[in-house]
């Protein structure tokens, strides 16, 4: 399975009328995790990175609810970038795979369901660190 196969894009309904549009993302439906946590991302500029982790447990659902920004996601071997455009689409994010997430527009705010509550311990924060980790997990 490839690492696009892993970390596939959820287009998510969009519903509407005269009245403006309505998105429903609802946790073990529409993603494949019921949700602990969800935080946002705004007020980032285009040159920051935010990310630069994986983690070991946590699942993460990305979507832009306004504006713009990129992801950048890797296992190490394959790596490929989504470009987060429409409120109405995500990108899944299974545990182990490291994320970089840039080139926010102004209007930009990223939200970010999650797993699991937050854990620290539970994040991998140094790329070297994680491919060793990577490959003492593959048989």
């Known amino acids: ?10 287009k998510f309904a969009d519903f509407g009328d ?16 019921d949700i602990e946590r969800v935080f946002y991302i705004y007020g980032s500029d ?16 990305l979507v832009n609810v306004a504006g713009t920004s ?8 394959e790596d490929f970038v989504v470009d987060l ?16 997430m840039y080139d ?3 209007d930009s705010v990223l939200l970010c ?3 699991t509550h937050y854990d620290g311990s539970e994040y991998i924060r140094d790329y070297d660190e994680y ?7 593959d048989p």
């Open 1 to 10: 399975m490839t690492l696009r196969d892993r970390c596939p894009i959820i």
């Open 18 to 33: 005269e009245r403006g549009k309505l998105v429903v993302i609802e946790g073990g439906q529409t993603i494949p995790f």
């Open 46 to 61: 285009r040159d920051v990175i935010r990310g630069q982790h994986a983690n070991r447990v946590s699942e993460f659902v």
């Open 70 to 77: 990129k992801v950048r996601i890797t296992d190490g071997t």
């Open 85 to 100: 455009d429409k409120p109405m689409t995500g990108v899944y994010i299974p545990n182990m795979v490291w994320k970089d």
């Open 104 to 106: 926010f527009s102004e």
């Open 113 to 115: 369901l999650a797993s």
């Open 131 to 137: 491919i060793k980790e990577i490959k003492t997990r």
